[in-house]
């Protein structure tokens, strides 16, 4: 047996590709859009990919289940369980298998056997995998978002992000029974997780690419818990608040993604003052991914800035509209990623881009470019006391539980642009976060829908509490 394992840092999303040599056949577990990295390995190794197979309906990326199947010919396996809140939907052009409880997957010598394990979702299976070439008992788990390393799949989704409702209760009590099924098993048995440390899909997920069944008995908090209710308690208490763009994901993935292939060519665009404002006139959303500091030092108006860091893929899922025209403002180098990255989220209505020189080009040709500023904290303290400023909070409400700024409102940034309309612009505005890198794309937000009174806390929280500004501790 062969397996190779794929991580998207990015999307702290892991799959993986199942080989047996002998037959010279493969079959891929939950992979990302981008397939060419297993159509690679498999060439590679002599493999023909004749399967792919996926444990749920992913929330957080586009599946790359329809591109093998379109690519390789490859037969997609999906779970036929979980009700009409986890129904896939038939596809046609397509082999197309649904799978209930105990079926078996046959790629040459190895074995994949389904084991139903909701709870993260209704229709969650998990594939416990024997390498019949060498062993007649499993070697290990592709437990999908069930089993994470030091944590299990939260239940909350279908009812925070798609809004089913009650759905995180029979979620929570689902997972207990999976918990207590899979305990049967053996110790020795490895666990391949579908996600890694930095996931919204748990909330304590490790950072370890694999763990064993074992070792998650011994040390997940999970599986410390003999008590239904308790259990539940525990399953529920301080999950995050999931992403905006996860109910879209759920929708695409149900119904199948566009292939690439059928998507428009981006092309880069011409600079010129007119030809940026036909973009912003047309509703396109003009998404600026330098660094903060360049942002805020000039930018053009009505652009968002979200910096092309580790966490860009989640803040552009969550604060952009997927049904607006896309355009970037970038550097040619960072266009082979990019793109891909943003089709890996389901954002394919890209248009167009423009060079980082834009901004000089925009000013040059006539337009008048806007900067914010970033306030030192020490200078905002009596403001603050007097509430000659309005100090907006966009952290979680876990972190705003541990510490916060008191006379401040706390707007989640995911929930910022639904909400603008709600904050008073009669003071100069202050936005802050734990750093000052949440609050950099918030104040690009405000900006950008008119709101100009507005600067960046600088260093965010934590330099507030440096220079011993005071901070509340809520109840």
């Given at each position: ?36 990295p ?52 038939s ?19 190895v ?69 207590q ?66 109910s ?41 991914v ?40 970038a ?20 248009k ?12 040059a ?7 914010y ?10 403001d ?38 709600e ?16 609050s ?36």
């Open positions: 047996m062969l397996l190779r394992s794929f991580y998207d840092e990015k999307l702290a999303q892991a799959s993986y590709l199942v080989g047996c040599q002998s037959a010279g056949k493969a079959i891929v577990i939950d992979p990302a859009r981008n397939i060419e297993y159509l690679k390995m498999a060439e590679e190794n002599g493999l023909v990919i004749t399967g792919v197979a996926e444990t749920h309906i992913h929330a957080d990326f586009v599946s790359g289940a329809l591109e093998i199947a379109a690519r390789a010919n490859a037969t997609v396996y999906q779970s036929g369980l979980g009700g009409e809140d986890g129904t896939y939907c596809l046609s052009g397509i082999n197309q298998v649904f799978l209930n409880d105990q079926d078996r997957i046959t790629i040459g010598n074995t994949l056997e389904v084991m139903h394990t909701p709870g993260h979702t209704p229709e969650h299976i998990s594939y416990i995998v024997t390498d019949g070439a060498k062993a007649n008992q499993p070697i290990g788990i592709f437990s999908g978002d069930f089993i994470f390393a030091g944590d299990v799949g939260r239940p909350d989704l279908l009812e925070k992000a798609v809004g089913v409702a009650n759905a995180s209760q029979e979620g929570a009590r689902q997972m207990f029974r999976s918990v099924r899979i305990k049967t098993l053996g110790d020795y048995l490895q666990i391949w997780p579908g996600h890694g440390s930095g996931s919204a899909c748990g909330k304590a997920l490790g950072a370890i690419p694999s763990t064993t069944l074992g070792y998650e008995k011994s040390f997940n908090p999970a599986f410390s818990y003999d008590n239904e209710e308790e259990f539940i308690s525990y399953l529920l208490a301080d999950q995050p608040e999931p992403p905006a763009y996860f879209i994901m759920k929708k695409v993935n149900g119904e199948g993604a566009d292939l690439l292939s059928d998507l428009a060519p981006n092309k880069k665009m011409g600079a010129s003052r007119a030809k940026i404002n036909e973009v912003l006139n047309e509703n396109g959303i003009l998404i600026d330098r660094s903060a500091d360049q942002f805020a030092s000039g930018h053009i108006p009505g652009s968002i800035n979200i910096p092309y860091e580790k966490s860009f893929l989640n803040w552009t899922g969550s604060l952009i509209q997927y049904d607006c025209p896309l355009y970037l403002i550097e040619d180098h960072q266009l082979v990623t990019l793109v891909p990255d943003l089709h890996s989220i389901g954002l394919d209505k890209i167009g881009w423009f060079s980082t020189k834009a901004v000089q080009i925009y000013e040709d006539g337009g008048s470019i806007e900067t500023e970033e306030a030192a904290p020490s200078k905002l303290i009596e603050v006391k007097n509430q000659r400023v309005t100090l907006i909070d966009v952290r979680n409400l876990a972190e705003r539980k541990t510490n916060h700024i008191d006379y401040s409102v706390h707007i989640v940034l995911g929930d910022l642009p639904k909400r603008i309309a904050i008073s612009t009669d003071k100069p505005i202050v936005i802050h976060c734990a750093s000052g890198k949440r950099a794309i918030a104040t690009s937000i405000l900006q950008a829908n008119g709101i100009k009174n507005v600067s960046n806390l600088r260093g965010g929280i934590i330099e507030w509490e440096l220079g011993n500004c005071p901070t509340v501790i809520m109840n």
